[in-house]
Every structure is written in C-alpha cells, then in structure tokens.
C-alpha cells in the first residue's frame, strides 16, 4: 500500500479579500489567535517574570524594535549594516534633551525618537541613490564615525559619555511602555508593509524602474521609510538611554548593527513578526548560554548556522505554513 | 515648432562613451497620430523612448511635449506630465496577483490628480480594466498569480498599466515579440480601441506587418540615424531601409 502525504489549506470557507465568514468558535480563534497570543503574551510577561528576566525583557523589546526597523528598510531595497546609527544617535538625543535641558523622560524619549528618526534620515539622505552592498557600507561606517567625532572633539562628555540621566519613574512604567510600542510598532507596521503603500515601498526593492514609470518619485517613497525606520530604531536608543541613566559610546556598538539583522534572518526577514520573534529567541538565549562562559559565543553562531541552514525563510514563515496547512498521510491506489 | 504637434524631438544626440547610440534624430508627432519606431537591433529604438521617457539623459539637443521643454526631466515627472510606456521585458511582480501588479500605476500622483484629488478604489479599476485587455471576468485570471500567466497575458498587463495611468502619449516597446500570432491577433485590435479614443502612441516593433496595418507613419533608424520618415508602403520602398533590413543594395 502506497502512501502520499497531502497538504490542505485550513483556511475558511468563506472569504473574500479580507471578509471572513465565521461559523464557528473555531473559525474564529483560528483568525484571532495569531494576533491574540502575542499581544496577551507582551502584556503577561513583564507580570510573571522575575527581576532579572525582567531586565532580558527590555533588552528583547529593544532589539526586537531594532529587528523591526531594520526589516522595513529590507522591504525597501535598503539592506542596512548600522542599526546601531539609529540606536546611538536616538540615544545621544535623548541624553542631551535630559542631560543638558532636564526635559521629562517620557517628553525626552518622544522628543528624541521624532530627533533622531530627522537625524539619520539626513545622515543617509545623500547616500539614497546608491543601492545593494554600497549602501549598506555606508550604513556600517558612519556610526563608526561618529564614535570617533565624539572621542575626539570631546563633545556630549566625550568617552565618558552623559551620566546621571533622570530614569523613569518606575520599572513597571518602563516595562508597558517599552512592550505597548513594540505591540504598535508590530501590528501598525505590518498592517503598512501589507497595504498598498508597502506594496509600493516593496515594488521599489524589487523593480523599482516600473515604480518610476508610474510617475511616482522612488526617493520620496525611500526616504519615507527611511525616516519611519530611523524613528522605530532611535525610539529603542532613546528608551535605552532613560533605563540604563547613561548615553556613552557604546550605543554605537556594532551589538546594535547585528543583532537585529541575526533576529530578522532567523526569524524570517520580510514579515516583521519573524523579526520579533527572531529577538524573542536570540536575545534570551545569548543570556542562556552566559553561564557557559568562553564557549557561548561558539555555541550561538552554531544555532544561527543551524537555523539558517534548516529553516532559510526563517522561523516564523515556517510557523504560518505550518499553521494555515495541515498534513495527512493518504493512501494511493 | 508647429503648435499641434504633442511630441517633437529636435537634434537629439545620445553617446554612451564611443559608441553613437542616437544621432541627429529629429520628427514630430501630432496628436491622435500612431508612429512606428523600426529599424535593425541595435539601432538605437529603445534609447529613443528612453531619451523621451526621462531614463536617459540627451548629450545633446531637445525634446518638447504639449509645447514644454521635458529634456532631462526625471522620468517619473515626465510621466506625471502624461507620457507611459511599457517595458521590452516585462518583470512584474512574480508573487502577487495580476490585479495587484496594477496597484503601481494606480498609485501615481497622475491618477490621483485626473480623479480630482482621490485614488477611489484600486482594486476594482485595476479588475476593470484588466478586463480591457483581455483578462477574462469570468475565468478569475486577473486573481491568478503573475507567475503562473502566460507571456501574453504578462504583455497585457503590461499594457494595462499604462492604460492606468490614462497618458496623452503611450509607448509601446515591443509589445508584440514573444507572442504567437493568436495572441498578437488578439492584442491588436485593443492598440486599435486605443486609437478610437484619441490616444497618441508610438510602437517599437519588429513584427512590421502588424505595425503595417496600424501605423499612420514610420519612422526608421539605423545607427542612430533617421534613414526614413513617412508612410509605411512608401519607407519599405526606399533604398535606405532596404539596405539596412536586407544588407544589400538595392
């Protein structure tokens, strides 16, 4: 007896476009629960976790924020190695606005996510025309460079950076606001990639001479993403800025730069949910393997390979095949 | 310049570094009028529609549309002006349906603007006029992914996202190469509706005898150069171009 595994659509009967028929209880968690479960999920995890993996949480929040960014530049065509230009010069700017002029945190944090998302978009503005591996060069080198400016010239504390910023005021506040943006920038930000103006931001990655010919001004549409990009990345500085009371050189780590890239890879770029869950997985586990000591970083890269190499469309597109199909094994003849 | 004409293109010159790839091409359309763009491979038709359309800059001379200088204007401004062509290889976007394909053109300041200000409904225009070009309703092919259609329905949207974007001049780059005859039969008599409604369009095209039969005038390059201008049956005739198609004198 011959066997064949066939694979059917789960999805519902009816439908059209984005009306859905619902007959059922079923039917209906089927559509709610992959909404549902991430959004209980962000409000339940800082109530039930402890101390420590409450302060992993905020890091998750930041650098899946940081994933999302640099996903919406992908959609693009704008592959960028320097997330951590948007992180750092988010973070600078919320350093100065409360350092210099004791602007309240939650203003500082808005102020500077709007500051820094100006100041990178302007950064980049002049390098928009160039494409592929010449853009991300850039992309990589001028947080470098800044790093530099600000060892040099002395300015904003120099190497020792700006201490003594003003925390907000609770750690409860800190965890709900960080996981209230990263719920908006997530769902928000999906719902643009899948609207017809993502469908434009994407037309521009993948043939964008067929953008042009439509009259429509492709360095406009990039340098729109750009700037929504900067802000979601300078949002994650800025918040970081306030929670660790201290804006130095490090924000331009290159930690910032490739992490974020690691989590969209993995969790499957293109989709901005695989970004986040990319960072739900990576940064938890880089805090896993810390008690392992010398042997951690070896033992991350071979989860990455292993990931990449297994799943290359990445965690999350695997996860929704699986979920909207399911498989049966049927006898043949 | 004669104030009817909608296109004129005077002295253009285009080198890309040695090599002379437009010389001294000068003719002039008029509104309603369809053109035919022919001549050897290579001999500089595409560089024409991408002189006029704004992808490649002149090296020297000018080109008016509707009386204004468009030489050297960014392509998309050139298009919001009211000139779509359509692309020799099409590339749509494999992974999405043929109807979203058209959302592109849809979205265009141009579109916008005709409407007075709002987009309406994309969806439907782009199903409407999908059915246009031949998208039959019934059969659901505009929902049917890019990937799967066939070369002539490809060059169909092609031409239906240049109908979207409802120019004063239309360009069409060898829209016919690659098809079979049937599809061409059938592609035809829509470039001929065109016309009915007053369209300006200019046709690259290699297939002569369906060019033939719908072009008022032709016009004929080889090297760069203009060897020929004028009706169809009176270019063919001229030793020029029965030199630079056949190779021989005549």
Redesign the interface.
Known sequence: MKKRKERIDRGIKARS?DIFALSSWREMLYLSAPRLIPIIGFMVLPLVLGDYWQKVLLSVAVFALLAISWDILAQSGMISLGQALFFGTGAYAAGIFNYYWHWHPLISIAAATIAGGLLCTLFLLPVLRLRGIYFSMVTLIIPLMLVRIIEATKIFGGTEGLTGIEALSSKWIELYLAMAVLTAALFGFRRMIAS??G??L??IN??D??????????YWFKTQALFISACVGAFAGAFMTHVYMFAGMPVFALDYSILPIAAAVVGGPGTLAGATLGAFILVPLSEILRGIGGLRIVLYGLFLVVFIVALPEGIFQYVQRKYHQFERWVEVE | MAPSALLQVTGVYKNFGGVQAVSDLSFELSPGELLGLIGPNGCGKTTTVNLITGFVKPSQGKIFFQGRNITGMAPHKIVRLGIARTFQMVKPFYQLPAYKNMIIPLYSPRVKQLAGGKYGDRDAVALDLLEEVGFERDAYVAYKNASVLPQGYLKRLELAKAIALQPDLMILDELFSGLSLAEVASILPIIEKLRQEGKTIIMIEHRLKELFRIADRVVVLNFGEKIAEGPSNVVMESDAVKKAYLGVEA
């Not at chain 1, 001479?209 to 492709?218: C, E, K, L, Q």
């Open positions: 476009g017809d103006y469908l434009i994407k037309a993948d043939n001479r067929s953008v042009i010919n439509a009259g429509i001004n492709i």
